[in-house]
């Protein structure tokens, strides 16, 4: 049973919740950190908590935490475990915002990276499109730095040898 303080804390958009305020009680904003210097351990507990703290609160209102577990496996090469956590965030995301919202394209960018760090370029270019199509509705018109666009460079990179 979450307690009233995790309640808040998810309102707030603390806690793994939708909105960060950035003030560091973030758990997933702290993975998110710790996975950018390349600290994958401290990354994965900081994620696995957010996790926790979001499957305790009845709304479920954000796969932020999820994406950011996934990310982490991913980074770690654990593919086998990555997959479903990143189709999990996939599905919670359409659920909650629908075919075309911004989480749901960012879920599609982080299934599609799954994709391209196993190799699987065929089977991530669906879901680039249909992320590059969502960021191209929301935004009006293609934009080359979308946040689709940003997460597939980002992970190109990362990628290349």
Known sequence: MPSAADHR??????AGGP??????DDPCQRARIALARGETKPAEAWASRALAIARRNPHGRSAEPL???GAVLV???RFAEAEPVLAEAL???RN?????????ARSLAQLANFYLRRGKAGDAL???QEAAAIDQSRLGRPIPSSPTICTISASL???AP
């Not at 804390?9 to 603390?14: I, L, P, Q, S």
């Not at 909105?19 to 560091?24: I, K, L």
């Not at 909650?96 to 749901?104: M, V």
């Open 9 to 14: 804390r998810t309102r707030a958009g603390g």
């Open 19 to 24: 909105r960060s305020a950035g003030n560091g």
């Open 67 to 69: 994406r950011t577990l």
């Open 75 to 77: 980074a770690e090469e």
């Open 91 to 93: 599905a919670q995301d």
């Open 96 to 104: 909650q915002h629908g075919a075309g919202g911004a989480d749901t």
């Open 126 to 128: 669906p879901l680039i």
């Open 157 to 159: 990179r990362c990628a």
